[in-house]
């Protein structure tokens, strides 16, 4: 193709590649039919979209693409909704659901430790192994609904499971974004990662609908057990895929070497005055989402009544406007900084729980609004709270801080998971608020709002190197909206000027 053709379409493929694909399915990306294909190996090629970079590094932004994509494949098939059919197929309680929810966040509390094994032996050894043991832990699974042992033992199994993938995938992540703030320069952060995760919410979109097609069909022919055992076998496949991408990531030269370890360094996070308000923040955050995050599916499937094909729908069309926005987000974050966002977002997330006050089992469509409205902000304030850490820690211990930012939140959320679990297993089923039923659940929506209001506030205390003031991004946002208005005006009343 000539030159004076092949940048702008090579900018319409890499805008559009992030889109081509959400259709067929939500979470990230399996190709259309008619040449989609081709706009799928447009996404997963950096160079489009990054300009020219080294080769080896390009090759190792492939290879971190596709394991992005097929990680949340096993995302897909193994949690959130699937998880609460294992729960739920168990004979489990809401306690139980919430506790499975929040064992990959108690977990975070060995990040601390798998600093300290990320710095002993380097992090692209220590997240192979433990990325790679974390994705085949579900072969225990396969053979779980057979098993001629009690229900409450089963349960037992399951949970060890959970455990089991949740911590050895604490001490992978934690060894994974510290070799990728090494791999990927920060001129390319944004961009990168927005990118990356458009596609990788495609590819678990494509598996969300094909494990909500296998267990509406496997309810039906009340084959429940074979369908989840099905799916834990195709989430350790897909596990395989991803250790073929990691070995295909190369380590920086200068971050090869094992940094020294030590107790002081471990802790030092903790009292540093630039991390706190982050590490506040981290906390309140995710044990507000918690209290309503965790038992959403739950809601979906026992007072609902949604199957399992309608709640892929609701995830599609959330991950469609995610997919759509996280470019835009990278590019925003790249020239505002990631504190805005995460101050804009965080603000707008506090209102998504209360959503799901309203929707019935013949009433559905505030569901719209929440898959509409969260998934865009949802898409800003992944890419601000994976950005920010990386952006405050410094290059000397960085691991530490990363652990103590992730630790932090992550067992506060664990703590809030379960007490909400609890709190929905002590309430009555039925209740009514100023004649308006609610269910036991719904207590738990109400105060992650609140609560999200609170740690939105919280927000505002962060501080970033060179980043804007939040009226930059609202001006940034009106921008296109007040265009998109007056087009959309003028488009209403030119029948009328004709006439």
């Given at each position: 193709?000539?030159?004076?053709?092949?940048?702008?379409?090579?900018?319409?493929?890499?805008?559009?590649?992030?889109?081509?694909?959400?259709?067929?399915?939500?979470?990230?990306?399996?190709?259309?039919?008619?040449?989609?294909?081709?706009?799928?190996?447009?996404?997963?090629?950096?160079?489009?979209?990054?300009?020219?970079?080294?080769?080896?590094?390009?090759?190792?932004?492939?290879?971190?693409?596709?394991?992005?994509?097929?990680?949340?494949?096993?995302?897909?098939?193994?949690?959130?909704?699937?998880?609460?059919?294992?729960?739920?197929?168990?004979?489990?309680?809401?306690?139980?659901?919430?506790?499975?929810?929040?064992?990959?966040?108690?977990?975070?509390?060995?990040?601390?430790?798998?600093?300290?094994?990320?710095?002993?032996?380097?992090?692209?050894?220590?997240?192979?192994?433990?990325?790679?043991?974390?994705?085949?832990?579900?072969?225990?699974?396969?053979?779980?609904?057979?098993?001629p042992v009690s229900p409450g033992t089963q349960q037992v199994l399951l949970t060890m499971v959970a455990l089991a993938n949740g911590i050895l995938g604490v001490i992978g992540n934690n060894s994974w974004v510290a070799w990728m703030s090494d791999l990927v320069p920060r001129r390319l952060r944004g961009r990168y990662f927005g990118q990356r995760n458009a596609?990788?919410?495609?590819?678990?979109?494509?598996?969300?609908?094909?494990?909500?097609?296998?267990?509406?069909?496997?309810?039906?022919?009340?084959?429940?057990?074979?369908?989840?055992?099905?799916?834990?076998?195709?989430?350790?496949?897909?596990?395989?895929?991803?250790?073929?991408?990691?070995?295909?990531?190369?380590?920086?030269?200068?971050?090869?070497?094992?940094?020294?370890?030590?107790?002081?360094?471990?802790?030092?996070?903790?009292?540093?005055?630039?991390?706190?308000?982050?590490?506040?923040?981290?906390?309140?955050?995710?044990?507000?989402?918690?209290?309503?995050?965790?038992?959403?599916?739950?809601?979906?499937?026992?007072?609902?009544?949604?199957?399992?094909?309608?709640?892929?729908?609701?995830?599609?069309?959330?991950?469609?406007?995610?997919?759509?926005?996280?470019?835009?987000?990278?590019?925003?974050?790249?020239?505002?900084?990631?504190?805005?966002?995460?101050?804009?977002?965080?603000?707008?997330?506090?209102?998504?729980?209360?959503?799901?006050?309203?929707?019935?089992?013949?009433?559905?469509?505030?569901?719209?609004?929440?898959?509409?409205?969260?998934?865009v902000l949802w898409a800003g304030h992944a890419i601000a709270v994976f950005s920010l850490p990386l952006t405050l820690a410094p290059k000397q211990g960085r691991p530490y801080y990363l652990a103590a930012f992730t630790a932090s939140g992550g067992v506060c959320y664990a703590f809030s998971a379960i007490g909400g679990g609890a709190i929905a297993a002590a309430?009555?089923?039925?209740?009514?608020?100023?004649?308006?039923?609610?269910?036991?659940?719904?207590?738990?929506?109400?105060?992650?709002?609140?609560?999200?209001?609170?740690?939105?506030?919280?927000?505002?205390?962060?501080?970033?190197?060179?980043?804007?003031?939040?009226?930059?991004?609202?001006?940034?946002?009106?921008?296109?909206?007040?265009?998109?208005?007056?087009?959309?005006?003028?488009?209403?009343?030119?029948?009328?000027?004709?006439?």
């Open positions: 193709m000539p030159p004076f053709k092949a940048k702008p379409f090579r900018t319409l493929a890499s805008q559009f590649a992030a889109l081509a694909t959400s259709f067929v399915f939500f979470r990230p990306g399996a190709p259309g039919v008619g040449g989609a294909m081709g706009l799928f190996s447009f996404a997963l090629r950096p160079h489009l979209f990054f300009g020219r970079v080294k080769s080896q590094l390009r090759r190792s932004l492939i290879a971190c693409t596709g394991d992005g994509i097929f990680a949340e494949v096993i995302t897909a098939l193994t949690t959130s909704t699937v998880l609460a059919a294992w729960a739920l197929h168990l004979g489990g309680n809401p306690f139980l659901i919430g506790l499975l929810g929040a064992i990959p966040f108690l977990s975070q509390i060995v990040h601390l430790p798998a600093a300290w094994i990320t710095s002993r032996w380097g992090y692209r050894r220590v997240a192979l192994f433990s990325i790679t043991a974390s994705r085949q832990v579900y072969w225990a699974l396969v053979p779980l609904p057979f098993l596609m990788s919410i495609i590819g678990g979109t494509v598996a969300t609908f094909i494990a909500a097609l296998i267990l509406d069909w496997a309810r039906r022919a009340h084959h429940v057990d074979w369908a989840l055992s099905s799916l834990a076998a195709l989430a350790c496949l897909a596990g395989f895929v991803t250790t073929w991408c990691l070995t295909h990531q190369h380590a920086p030269h200068h971050a090869r070497s094992p940094a020294p370890v030590s107790l002081r360094a471990m802790f030092r996070p903790f009292f540093d005055p630039a991390a706190r308000p982050l590490l506040v923040y981290m906390m309140g955050w995710n044990a507000a989402v918690a209290l309503g995050a965790v038992f959403i599916p739950v809601h979906m499937i026992a007072h609902l009544k949604m199957n399992f094909l309608l709640i892929a729908v609701h995830g599609a069309a959330s991950a469609f406007f995610r997919v759509s926005t996280s470019s835009l987000w990278g590019r925003a974050l790249d020239r505002l900084g990631a504190r805005p966002i995460l101050v804009f977002c965080s603000f707008g997330l506090a209102s998504i729980p209360l959503i799901w006050l309203f929707p019935t089992e013949s009433f559905l469509w505030p569901v719209v609004l929440d898959a509409s409205l969260g998934g309430l009555p089923e039925g209740m009514t608020l100023f004649s308006h039923p609610l269910v036991n659940l719904h207590v738990l929506f109400m105060a992650s709002g609140v609560a999200r209001l609170v740690a939105a506030i919280l927000s505002l205390k962060l501080t970033e190197p060179n980043s804007a003031p939040v009226s930059e991004l609202s001006k940034l946002i009106q921008g296109p909206v007040f265009r998109a208005r007056d087009r959309a005006i003028r488009v209403a009343i030119q029948p009328l000027i004709r006439r």
